[in-house]
């Protein structure tokens, strides 16, 4: 079993940052994909970014590309979401989800992952 805690979550005017971290516990190993999906209020969860297991490859949805940054730290299993140039849209619930699969190109769908945390909020005030 894997534990994803997520934290970072916060209030925040539009244009400014803030930095997600989710770090794994349990029966972890460093050779699993790291995903960050949100989901706001009535609507569907999607993904953001994903980052591979040596942290290699990276890969983010349109609508964050050149704003959000994804990378991890392997001392500690841990993965970071670097948010910049935050949109009111962008507000919503943030989770962070393992893969256990070892993918060399990390996967945007929500059933590629295994584990999921209970997410932290976002908030982006216009």
């Known amino acids: 079993q894997v534990r994803l805690l997520e934290s970072g979550g916060g209030l925040v005017q539009a244009g400014g940052s803030l930095r997600l971290s989710c770090a794994a516990s349990?029966?972890?190993?460093?050779?699993?994909?790291m995903g960050w999906f949100r989901q706001a209020p009535g609507k569907e969860r999607e993904f953001v970014a994903a980052?591979?297991?040596?942290?290699?490859?990276?890969y983010y949805a349109d609508s964050v590309k050149g704003r959000f940054t994804i990378s991890r730290a392997y001392a500690g299993n841990t993965v970071y979401l670097q948010l910049n140039s935050l949109k009111s849209e962008d507000t919503a619930v943030y989770h962070c989800?393992?893969?256990?699969?070892?993918?060399?190109?990390?996967?945007?769908?929500?059933?590629?992952?295994?584990?999921w945390g209970q997410g932290t909020q976002v908030t982006v005030s216009s």
């Open positions: 349990g029966r972890t190993s460093s050779s699993v994909t």
């Open positions: 989800a393992a893969d256990n699969f070892a993918r060399d190109y990390p996967s945007d769908h929500p059933s590629h992952y295994d584990y």
């Open positions: 980052i591979n297991w040596r942290g290699s490859n990276t």
